[in-house]
């Protein structure tokens, strides 16, 4: 299978692409515009497998995804602005990568006949729920420029089913972590801060509560909705490791040798979801289960930016924090 990858140069995707070297023996043809959280050297060890080629473009260019995309079997589109941060500040551009260029995508597919389009998505499409979980047909109540966006593309995507037949199935997955992420998102900001001695800076009152699913474990269910997902459907994805921020901050403390002498407290973040959290019954039916555990993975992760510094230092200066 020829698999059309966009994003594939930024946290999720690059390890989505390498899983898939590993596991499978697919071609990926990697679309990514490089913006400040795509980045080649998350993917140097994969650029020279003969499977993989790289463009670099932007999905809201039509002419660059047409030619791009004519001949692939699939598409797995992860590419998106995703910091929320950034969203309040600017949310003209995750509008326009978002909703435009998940448009642009899901329209070349459907000229060029692609047989299945994965459109990643977020459990922040939900909003904030304080107790229970949310499930795939539960209503969309995004409180955030950023998942707001991500929200209008998941509709964007599923019309196309309707409208014209394309093949969507879309995922909705709780926080990410591992290798690569970029340094803005507060498990690689609270440990490279930590590492080099800085505060890390805690919104509020830290009772904010997230589930934490490794990239790994994450992909893996990307594949197989890829492979058995049905057309037209929604797939949540989570791993049932809901903590607050103040307590993974104090797991992350512990594991780079500090104290909570280095917790800055900070006003909160405007608008800032309380919980979230998923019903995953649909995407474990197609036979999926975690494997990876939280607290392994998460001391796994702090040793990769403790041993990694080359790949994240030059990133610092651009996040601003």
């Not at 790289?54 to 590419?79: N, R, S, T, W």
């Not at 690689?188 to 080099?196: E, Q, R, S, V, W």
């Amino acid at each position: 299978m020829k698999l059309f990858v966009t994003g594939a140069a930024g946290f999720i995707g690059s390890n989505y692409v390498r899983w898939l070297l590993a596991n499978t023996d697919h071609e990926v043809t990697i679309f990514d515009a490089l913006t400040y959280a795509g980045n080649l050297a998350s993917i140097r060890d994969v650029m020279d497998d003969r499977r993989v080629a790289f463009v670099h473009a932007d999905i809201c260019e039509q002419d660059a995804v047409l030619k791009a995309m004519d001949g692939h079997d699939a598409v797995v589109h992860f590419a998106a602005e995703s910091h929320v941060d950034r969203s309040i500040v600017d949310p003209y551009a995750f509008v326009r990568t978002n909703c435009f260029g998940t448009n642009v995508l899901c329209d070349v597919a459907r000229q060029v006949g692609v047989g299945k389009f994965v459109h990643i998505s977020t459990d922040e499409v939900y909003g904030s729920i304080e107790e229970g979980s949310f499930s795939e047909t539960d209503r969309l109540t995004p409180r955030s420029p950023y998942s707001a966006a991500k929200a209008g593309s998941d509709l964007i995507a599923l019309s196309y089913v309707t409208t014209y037949g394309l093949p969507v199935v879309v995922t909705r997955c709780s926080n990410n972590f591992g290798p690569f992420q970029f340094p803005e998102k507060v498990i690689p900001l609270f440990t490279t801060n930590l590492l080099d001695g800085m505060e890390v800076p805690l919104y509020g009152d830290g009772g904010n509560v997230r589930d934490w699913i490794h990239v790994e474990d994450h992909n893996r269910a990307v594949q197989l909705v890829l492979e058995q997902g049905t057309v037209g459907e929604v797939y949540n994805i989570g791993a049932h490791n809901e903590i607050t921020n103040r307590e993974l901050t104090y797991r992350l403390l512990e594991l780079c040798g500090r104290d909570e002498s280095a917790i800055r407290p900070v006003a909160d973040r405007l608008g800032h979801d309380r919980r979230y959290s998923v019903h995953i019954d649909k995407v474990t039916a197609l036979g999926w289960k975690l494997q990876r555990s939280f607290d392994e993975s998460l001391a796994e992760t702090v040793a990769w930016y403790r041993d990694n510094r080359w790949w994240w230092e030059p990133l610092k200066p651009s996040t601003g924090l």
